[in-house]
């Protein structure tokens, strides 16, 4: 079965530092792959997402993700992190003859400090 | 309109009770979708609707019971809850099956 991990599951760090989040997928075919956000209060919201070509995607708000095929990941980057970049993120992926379903990982709870 | 509207937004409800949730879209989105989401965790697919035949039912139990009337509605009709059902209850959207789903707000249910 397609599972996915997301290896930390809180991640703290300082206004302006960088910011890698870890993905990875266990399925040996063609994926789709997404990154949603969900900041305290409100509705989870895409990020970004992957479905073909250029394996680098850019997303809303300055976010970044590298598909990395031989390594089942779908890393998000931020270079730049704010205060309000403060919310759990959520890597989720769907493929074809699991009907698309998607697959969630666990989630990171992102905390920014000021 | 890229939004997907959920009512009512909070919802409390005796187990004896019947209720039911309510989600719109105007995107001409042929998937749609109800989600349940407890605290500090994903969502978990409860049910889809593919061009308004359910096509996925994750052996939700049976008081719990979608309804698509038309392409932009979403029901989820609520019978003899109990207090372990008290979450978030989202609705999501999708062109497709296999694109990018578009969430609502929630609607944020408690059982007593």
């Known amino acids: 079965a397609q599972s996915v991990s997301q290896h930390n599951h809180h991640v703290i760090l300082s206004e302006a530092a960088s910011l890698e989040l870890g993905c990875n997928y266990s399925?040996?075919?063609?994926?789709?792959l997404f990154w949603y956000v969900q900041y305290p209060g409100q509705h989870l919201q895409l990020l970004l997402k992957?479905?073909?070509?250029d394996p680098l995607v850019k997303g809303i708000k300055g976010f970044e993700a590298e598909f990395i095929k031989s390594k089942f990941s779908f890393n998000l980057r931020k270079p730049s992190v704010q205060w309000s970049d403060t919310a759990e993120y959520f890597c989720?992926?769907?493929?074809?003859?699991?009907?698309?379903?998607?697959?969630w990982g666990a989630g990171t709870k992102l905390i920014i400090k000021p | 309109d890229t939004e997907v509207t959920q009512t009512p937004k909070h919802l409390v409800m005796g187990m004896t009770n019947k209720k039911s949730l309510k989600c719109e879209q105007h995107?001409?989105?042929?998937?749609m979708y109800w989600y349940k989401q407890k605290a500090k965790k994903p969502p978990e697919l409860m049910f889809v609707?593919?061009?308004?035949?359910?096509?996925i039912n994750e052996s939700v139990p049976s008081r719990f019971s979608p309804e698509c009337p038309n392409s932009s509605l979403l029901n989820l009709h609520l019978h003899a809850l109990q207090p372990e059902d008290s979450a978030l209850y989202l609705c999501?959207?999708?062109?497709?099956?296999?694109?990018?789903?578009?969430f609502g707000q929630g609607t944020r249910l408690t059982v007593v």
């Open positions: 999501a959207s999708s062109l497709q099956p296999n694109t990018e789903a578009f």
């Open positions: 989720a992926v769907n493929a074809w003859d699991s009907n698309y379903q998607l697959i």
């Open positions: 399925y040996g075919g063609t994926v789709n």
């Open positions: 995107m001409g989105h042929r998937a």
């Open positions: 609707y593919s061009y308004e035949k359910l096509s």
């Open positions: 992957y479905f073909s070509g």
